[in-house]
């Protein structure tokens, strides 16, 4: 393979006018590349002011999501030779604040996580002595989302989130799903309260962009579905 050209977005605000392309050429160097590898040879050969987020480069953290040749994507999942081109663009992730070149303010999207409260309540007045049990049937229903790594490829493919910034947004919506769809849980009242509202649910316009982006095929335009039947059940039948 011919050596890549890479034009990535910097932008450090606190010394920058405005958002600019740099270009850089990074030789093929092994079979398999990622662009994620790609990107640590530039910071560590070309340019050390390069700033993006990476961790586990495993595809289990999400921190190395980004805008990579027309779509969202992991940068640690993506090898260079699928994107089928010698030129490959990158951005940061959309609809938030950029704090330096690919790195983000992930507040707001976790803030909203946080909202939708990702965490089982159960209801009983005391813990129970051992674990709470689930049939093989019973969690199965929960199987499609619990695998979110909240990477906010979601969030940003999202045309709604561009608009409105009190959307809840896919990934958070998919949450609260997850847990009312646990057998363990018994908030589904509370739950639906959360999200049966202006910002809530009834924003997402089924456009399927945040299931077509997720590295980890999930659904969270289902999941949305899946609320909203929930929230009219609730409000005409009381359950």
């Not at 662009?35 to 961790?55: T, W």
């Amino acid at each position: 393979m011919a050596d890549l050209t890479f034009k990535i977005f910097r932008f450090d605000p606190a010394n920058d006018a405005g958002p600019r392309f740099d270009t850089y050429t990074v030789p093929a160097f092994k079979k398999g590349l990622t662009v994620l590898e790609s990107l640590y040879y530039i910071q560590d050969k070309l340019d050390g002011s390069l700033a993006f987020r990476a961790s586990c480069r495993e595809g289990i953290c999400g921190s190395c999501a980004m805008h990579i040749n027309g779509k969202y994507r992991l940068a640690c999942e993506t090898q260079v030779a699928d994107l089928k081109s010698d030129s490959i663009t990158i951005r940061p992730l959309g609809h938030l604040k950029v704090l330096r070149d690919l790195v983000v303010d992930m507040e707001p999207f976790f803030a909203k996580y946080k909202y939708i409260k990702p965490f089982l309540m159960p209801g009983d007045d005391a813990p129970p002595d051992r674990e709470r049990p689930q049939t093989e049937g019973q969690h199965s229903k929960m199987i499609p989302s619990i695998d979110c790594i909240l990477c906010a490829c979601c969030h940003s493919s999202c045309t709604v989130t561009a608009t409105d910034p009190e959307y809840l947004g896919p990934a958070a919506l998919l949450w609260a799903d997850r847990f009312v769809l646990d057998s363990r849980d018994n908030a589904l009242k509370e739950r639906l309260r959360l999200v049966d509202q202006l910002h809530g649910i009834w924003r997402c316009h089924t456009i399927f962009s945040c299931q077509e982006v997720c590295p980890k095929d999930l659904d969270p335009t289902g999941a949305i579905a899946d609320l909203k039947r929930k929230a009219i059940r609730h409000r005409f039948l009381g359950r």
